[in-house]
T-cell receptor, first 114, second 112 residues
Framework: DAGVTQSPTHLIKTRGQHVTLRCSPI?????VSWYQQVLGQGPQFIFQ???????GRGNFPDRFSARQFPNYSSELNVNALLLGDSALYLC?????????????FGPGTRLTVL | GEDVEQSLFLSVREGDSSVINCTYT??????LYWYKQEPGAGLQLLTY?????DMKQDQRLTVLLNKKDKHLSLRIADTQTGDSAIYFC????????????FGKGTTLSVSS
């Protein structure tokens, strides 16, 4: 069975541009979460979606937005990129998104903002 | 606020035991997790413990939970060079859905 997949693997953008990152959860999983991992830090929670509805939001500016599609895949959008947005963006899927559900992480998208 | 603290580095010799420590702040956390991240890879769940447990053992891994002190530890027995990685402690946030709150990670270096 395929695990969580993310695309693209790597991305280079310049300040002020917009970026869209994509995530496909494990088949049968209905919840997707997004995390930002800056070099040398632990992942920071950005969003959680369950059944296409936003279930939780971390402390990130409105430049960050996301959505979940009927097939449970998800997109993370970041507008007006800043140098500080350079990070590894991780997507995690779980069956129901509840506290006891194991979250399976994808390999991440490495975003570099120049 | 919610915060998870870990020591940043640990160096051990192959065959020794490794103990990675973590403190957390949210006393209502129901689950606490240990994740492993190898270079260039995503996160792999190693084990988790429910808050009503004091200890959980899974092959070479032992997790100890002290709720009074909000202290969590991960012991790896007979540490191997393949265990070299970054280990993250995480708790469930009660403020944002069921988001995971991670520590900064402990880099474990195993020498032969």
């Amino acid at each position: 069975d395929a695990g969580v997949t993310q695309s693209p693997t790597h991305l280079i953008k310049t300040r002020g541009q917009h970026v869209t990152l994509r995530c496909s959860p494990i088949s049968g999983h209905k919840s997707v979460s997004w995390y930002q991992q800056v070099l040398g830090q632990g992942p920071q929670f950005i969003f959680q979606y369950y059944e296409k509805e936003e279930r939780g939001r971390g402390n990130f500016p409105d430049r960050f937005s996301a959505r979940q599609f009927p097939n449970y895949s998800s997109e993370l959008n970041v507008n007006a990129l800043l140098l500080g947005d350079s990070a590894l963006y991780l997507c995690a899927s779980s069956q129901e998104g509840g506290g006891g559900d194991e979250q399976f992480f994808g390999p991440g998208t490495r975003l570099t903002v120049l | 606020g919610e915060d998870v603290e870990q020591s940043l580095f640990l160096s051990v010799r192959e065959g020794d035991s490794s103990v990675i420590n973590c403190t957390y702040t949210d006393s209502s956390s129901t689950y606490l997790y240990w994740y492993k991240q190898e270079p260039g890879a995503g996160l792999q769940l190693l084990t988790y413990i429910f808050s009503n447990m004091d200890m959980k053992q899974d092959q070479r891994l032992t997790v100890l939970l002290n709720k009074k002190d909000k202290h969590l530890s991960l012991r790896i027995a007979d540490t191997q060079t393949g265990d070299s990685a970054i280990y993250f402690c995480a708790e469930i946030s009660n403020q944002a859905g069921t988001a995971l709150i991670f520590g900064k990670g402990t880099t474990l270096s195993v020498s032969s």
